[in-house]
């Protein structure tokens, strides 16, 4: 009998064992900028959000609280540029990579369907399609699709791990051709408060779901959005969908059917988040610091990050000069007592690339440096 994790990939972190060995010999201890796991404290006004509704023992509702809603509601025209959403176009969901993994099953696609995702992508809007049976394509523009049943699209900006950002024509380009084919297009927008280059930093990231984008129907689309990386709640599990009613409708009755709710405090704390910008500028802050420190960094180790690198929470990195494969330069970091993940997790596209992750704490990153700083690196 088959079953489903035959068709799936083995989990890539699993093969990063040896250089995490290497890299914790190092005599001042391991990096590891290889997973962008928050390591800030979860800010005050969510922990006393999420104590305040501790007693809660009733079963929490899978549409989510009103106040959520309202919460989400706002964040989205307040940040994101997206105003008049209304409470039937939002769906809290127990992380976002849950609702990457299991979208394509969950709007019934299968056998003879194709989900196209970026060619250097996350790896789970991969492995979302092979768990429902249908066919995953890797292709950056819509006329490198092929002629199969494309059924969901995937975008990804800021990109994880390339932090490319997509600009309102682009996106735009994209919503007319899905549209004209009937098409859904989904797009993780997770990392979209964290725009470096300009004019993502000062006019933020565009979502899918911009007037400028889609004009006044949102038919069609769907975003995923998690705070794990603005609000370090990766712990809580809180993250959320919006956009077209009748998708959001559709998702709302299976998890009704299958009991996929998001713990009632974990609802208030995500609006407590949503609803304080304070605490978000003052991460960003630190991320933007370690960014830097870790940018000059890298060229002295005569590492090249990517231009694209413009938002997010990695850098994409390359070896100047040199046609290094990227686990020959993961070994050479990890030879510094630096982890870093290999450019190939995020498909063939990425075998010459590293990312390498700001999610260390202040006296890491500086650790980092000092050892990048050290010389170039050799492979």
């Known amino acids: 009998m088959a079953l ?12 990063l064992t040896g250089a995490r060995q290497r890299a914790a010999a190092h005599p001042g201890g391991i990096v590891d900028l290889s997973v962008g796991t928050p390591v800030d404290p979860t800010p005050r006004v969510v922990r006393d959000a999420l104590v305040a509704a501790a007693d809660s023992p009733g079963y929490p509702t899978t549409q989510g609280t009103d106040r959520l809603r309202e919460s989400v509601i706002g964040w989205f025209a307040r940040r994101r540029g997206v105003p008049g959403l209304t409470p039937d176009q939002v769906l ?71 932090g490319r950002v997509l600009g309102v024509e682009h996106l735009r380009k994209v ?19 964290l725009g470096w280059a300009e004019p993502w930093a000062s006019e933020g990231v ?25 609000s370090n709640l990766a712990g809580y599990r809180a ?17 009704k059917h299958a009991g996929m709710m998001m713990p009632a405090p974990v609802q208030a704390a995500l609006a407590a988040a949503l609803d304080d910008d304070e605490h978000v500028a003052a991460q960003r802050e630190r991320y933007r610091a370690r960014r830097e420190l870790l940018l000059g960094a890298c060229e002295d180790a005569g590492l090249t990050v990517d ?24 070994a050479a ?43 170039p690196l050799t492979v």
């Open 307 to 330: 231009p694209a690198s413009e938002a997010g929470l990695y850098l994409w990195a390359t070896l100047a000069g040199q046609d290094a494969d990227c686990r020959a330069i993961v």
């Open 4 to 15: 489903v994790g035959d068709a799936l990939p083995s989990f890539p972190w699993d093969s």
């Open 92 to 162: 809290p969901t127990i992380g976002s990579k849950e609702l990457v993994a299991l979208l394509p099953a969950l709007l019934g696609l299968g056998e003879g369907d194709v989900v196209v995702h970026p060619q250097i992508a996350y790896p789970t809007y991969d492995v979302g399609a092979r768990l429902a049976g249908a066919e995953p394509f890797a292709a950056d523009a819509t006329t490198a699709v092929g002629p199969g049943r494309v059924r969901l699209m995937w975008l990804n900006s800021p990109s994880n791990p390339t």
């Open 239 to 255: 993250a959320f969908a919006a956009g077209d009613p009748a998708l959001v409708g559709r998702l709302l009755e299976v998890r």
């Open 175 to 193: 919503v007319e051709w899905a549209r004209a084919r009937g098409v859904v297009v989904a797009s993780d927008e997770c990392y979209a408060e």
């Open 206 to 230: 565009p979502s899918l779901l911009d007037p400028r984008v889609c004009g006044d129907s949102h038919d069609g689309l769907l975003v995923l959005y998690s705070v794990s990386k603005q």
């Open 333 to 375: 970091l990890a030879e510094r007592g630096i982890l870093v993940a290999p450019g190939e997790f995020y498909g063939p596209a990425g075998a010459r690339h590293v990312r390498i992750a700001l999610t260390a704490s202040d006296e890491r990153v500086a650790a980092a440096a000092e050892r990048l700083a050290a010389g």
